[in-house]
């Protein structure tokens, strides 16, 4: 294998922001994409739809053809969005040697089956060192070095080394983990609280209401996460904490904008639609709503957020039944 050349499948902001930070330090990004005519624009005017602002290096690559862009590759970054994880490598696996370390880089659960994305993914490729890559990371900041902290997680010392190791620069520091449940888990369900952050703005609340939503929130999915095996320690942590800040109070935030507009009265599919990007925190309420169920948890977050996504609740309806809930301790 060329030890420079890395894959990157999903050329969405996500997928392009790494290619630009890898680049930056001296790999070979090859990135594929669904779509010829996102490829031809990366290729032929260095430039992607979703970061506008960034011009990308030649050695940045683009390609519809799998066995192109992973054949050699050193290692695998999967930035497709959560629910076209599974096809994505059922459609590639052919071309992936068990040698080459797979690592996650999309945030949310397989709704049909519950399990995490890096389950799904050892499912379909058992024989590959998987890992996850979680953590307050906005694309367009990433892409233009502004100072970033993130979190590698795997099963496995040699991932973790190598891939901290090829990660790292001056603005992108990366610390590692073995609890990689929970660090999925505070990657899904952050963006849940984003849309819950965003409704409360587009009805008009402050501060206050988003303080309250994200430290709630917080014990929420640590809860949620301490049932499902994980550490409680690691949702006050970047993947945890950290996460739910920059996606609950960002204007970058896709989740949190379609909350705002949920808010202000706009219709959820509307709403999803005016983001113009996978808005993941929809995916992962329903999928968080059937969790919640299974692992018998109180999350009235999560639960209020689910009835204003898929039951049709006024906002200002569930924030009334929200302060009104039966009197407990902290």
Known sequence: MNNKKIAILGSGSWGVALS?????????????????NEADLINEQRKCVFLPEITLDEN?????????VITDSHFILLVTPSHAIRQTIKNCKQYIKPEQYVIICSKGIEE????????????????????VLSGPSHA????????????LSSEHDDVLKSLQDIFMSPSFRVYTSKDIVS???????????????????????????FAAIITRGLAELSRLGVKMGGNEKTFYGLTGLGDIIVTCLSEHSRNRKCGYLIGQGVPVEEAIKQVGMVVEGVNATKAAKKIVQKYDVDTPIINATYSVLFEGKDPKEIVVELMTREKKSE
């Open 183 to 209: 660090v999925e888990i505070g990657g899904a369900f952050k963006n849940i609280m984003a849309l819950a952050c965003g409704m409360a703005a587009g009805l008009g609340f402050g501060d206050n209401t």
């Open 112 to 131: 049909s089956s519950l399990l995490t994305l890096s389950e799904v993914v050892q499912e379909e490729l058992p024989n590959n060192k998987i890992g």
């Open 140 to 151: 367009e900041e990433v892409a233009r070095s502004i100072p970033t902290t993130i979190v």
């Open 20 to 36: 630009v930070l890898l680049n930056n330090n001296g790999y070979m990004p090859h990135i594929w994409s669904f779509s010829q």
């Open 60 to 68: 940045i690559k683009c390609s519809t053809d799998f066995q192109e």
